[in-house]
């Protein structure tokens, strides 16, 4: 019997540039809205697209012996409406009508691709941006890597690892520090020591 194509499998996959951007919390209301957790002060990634990707906590534990089979998580969620609500963000999304599968989502990593983000303004720029950068000083001292970046209030830090040190350095991502960021080099230029 001769072999027959397979229908191509129309779901859509998560984009390579996609960036985890909040977490979903569960339900809201009664008729499929969900509550999310942004991981950004201002959400505008979220706001910037329609589609939103989701993939399993990564923590996901096993169900207990006889407990009910969780629904399967969509990998998209095509949104209708979304909006801030309090501290977090709630949203209305195709295909999700009932409470019972709006909670079903709870614990799942949002992700959206990276090219629908807003364009930041002058001298502004996106975390997910500055990871992965190397920090040099006015001297060309490499100082180390940014690994992570710490929300401080008035301002953030900058985490840098450098190789074979234990210890992070932080350097607050401020005019008074940081003299350039050349997204197009990966470099940081900053007024800072190695022994800072």
């Not at 809201?28 to 589609?51: C, E």
């Amino acid at each position: 019997m001769p072999a027959r194509p397979v229908a191509g499998d129309d779901t859509p996959a998560l984009p390579p540039d996609a960036v985890e951007v909040a977490r979903v919390l569960g339900a809201w209301g009664v008729k499929g809205g969900i509550r999310l957790k942004p991981f950004a002060a201002d959400p505008q990634a979220l706001f910037s697209t329609k589609r939103w990707f989701l993939q399993p906590p990564e923590d996901a534990s096993p169900r207990p012996p006889g407990a009910k089979a969780a629904l399967p998580l969509p990998p998209l969620l095509r949104v209708m409406q979304a909006k801030e609500h309090g501290d977090g963000i709630v949203a209305t999304v195709h295909d999700i009508v009932e409470r019972d599968a709006a909670e079903a989502l709870k614990g799942a990593r949002v992700f959206v691709s990276r090219a629908s983000f807003p364009t930041p303004d002058e001298g502004e720029f996106y975390w997910v941006d500055l990871i992965g950068l190397d920090v040099v000083n006015r001297g060309a001292q490499a100082l180390g890597r940014v690994v992570g970046l710490l929300e401080t209030g008035p301002h953030c830090v900058l985490r840098l690892q450098a190789e074979g040190a234990e210890a992070e350095t932080l350097i607050p991502f401020v005019d008074a520090y940081v003299d350039r960021v050349d997204l197009g080099a990966r470099r940081i230029h900053v007024d800072w020591e190695a022994e800072y």
